[in-house]
């Protein structure tokens, strides 16, 4: 018996000794991996319950790696909202207070705070206090269940919300609801919370994960990989004309039931506006290949025009401001960043003055506000 209980602990001894030089080696691989192949995620962002993923409040970071190397500086509020110092925000303002919400768009990659859209609009009306809630990979689920959760969770008082939806929500909608099948739970789970975060430490440190990463890639990341994201908008014509090689029915089967979600969870959103009196606009603007290939009337703006339009909410159409008798490739190299799809300063400062324009003309006239009874 005495010899067994001693041959099982030289057993569990040695395996153990295996798996510690497994890691050390792993680790140590990982260590030495070179970029670009190695993308460092940061503690900055996190899981959320409720509304699926955010940024963490009163974090920052000198270096947010986004891909390929790149990166930007990222600073979070007290609200997990991204801003130019890691400052409490009083849950009621005592201006005028503005929500935007929306994805990678309105958060602002790649480019410093104070060069984003949203920090422009604040420096050039003082006697509004902006608040930006747009985090990556955002989408109508995110934007309801982020709303909702700041009313009746956090107490968040704020008087308008701009909401800007982006072309790859439609996508993102389809991901989370039928190859995640994401399901919010009010409470906190920590076992997610422990998986999230055990994953993220591999991803980061361990290169025989992030091999079997590129081997075994997730239904998601599979579909992403496909470069369909931004393809449902284009109208049968622009297809035959350009010979784009796309599989058109996987596009058109996700993006159907895409746009249903998307729909769906848009419609809880105005209600729970409507509910509490805020008044909502919706932004729809375009991506490089919607202004290269002309792709107006585009099936983001008949959509969400019609859903506006439905509801007595505001609609604001950045495609023709993009969308021009400029050329395409001027409009794509003055506004965008090279290599990426993304907004540069030049961008966010165009999409600020249009937003300011169309703030400015709404007050003056108001019928927005007035048709939905709204009151400030």
């Given at each position: 018996m005495k010899m067994s209980l001693s041959k099982t602990k030289k057993v569990f001894l040695f395996c153990g000794i295996l798996i510690a030089l497994f890691l050390i080696l792993d680790l140590t691989l990982g260590f030495f991996e070179p970029k670009p192949m190695k993308k460092i995620r940061t503690t900055i962002r996190t899981r959320h319950p409720y509304y699926h993923h955010g940024l963490k409040p009163c974090k920052a970071t000198p270096f947010e790696e986004a891909g390929s190397g790149r990166g930007y500086p990222l600073t979070t509020n007290s609200l997990g909202f991204r801003d130019e110092s890691m400052r409490q925000v009083p849950l009621k303002a005592e201006k005028t207070r503005?929500?935007?919400?929306?994805?990678?768009?309105?958060?602002?990659?790649?480019?410093?705070?104070?060069?984003?859209?949203?920090?422009?609009?604040?420096?050039?009306?003082?006697?509004?206090?902006?608040l930006n809630a747009g985090a990556c990979s955002s989408s109508p689920l995110i934007y309801y269940r982020k709303v909702d959760y700041l009313f009746n969770k956090v107490g968040l008082k704020f008087d308008e919300l701009f909401v800007f939806i982006d072309i790859s929500d439609i996508q993102d909608e389809y991901i989370l609801n039928d190859l995640e099948r994401f399901k919010p739970t009010p409470g906190k789970s920590s076992f997610n919370e422990v998986l999230f975060y055990t994953e993220r430490f591999f991803?980061?440190?361990?290169?025989i994960y992030n091999v079997l990463r590129q081997i075994f890639i997730t239904p998601s990341e599979k579909l992403k990989r496909l470069g369909e994201t931004e393809m449902w908008t284009l109208n049968q014509h622009i297809f035959d004309h350009y010979n784009l090689n796309m599989n058109e029915e996987s596009i058109r089967k996700w993006s159907g039931k895409g746009m249903v979600y998307a729909e769906e969870n848009m419609q809880k959103?105005?209600?729970?506006?409507?509910?509490?009196?805020?008044?909502?606009?919706?932004?729809v603007y375009p991506w490089e290949i919607q202004i290269y290939v002309r792709d107006m009337p585009s099936q983001q703006e008949v959509i969400w025009q019609s859903f506006a339009q439905k509801n007595g909410i505001g609609f604001l159409d950045l495609f023709p401001a993009f969308i021009n008798s400029t050329p395409p490739d001027q409009v794509i190299e003055s506004s965008f960043l090279p290599g990426d799809f993304h907004w540069n300063e030049s961008g966010h400062a165009f999409v600020a003055n249009e937003v300011l324009n169309y703030i400015k003309k709404r007050d003056n006239k108001n019928p927005i506000l007035q048709d939905c009874g709204f009151k400030r």
């Open positions: 503005i929500l935007f919400i929306g994805d990678s768009f309105t958060e602002g990659v790649f480019v410093p705070y104070e060069s984003i859209f949203t920090s422009q609009i604040a420096s050039k009306r003082p006697d509004l206090d902006i991803h980061n440190h361990s290169f959103l105005v209600d729970l506006c409507k509910k509490n009196k805020i008044p909502v606009t919706i932004v």
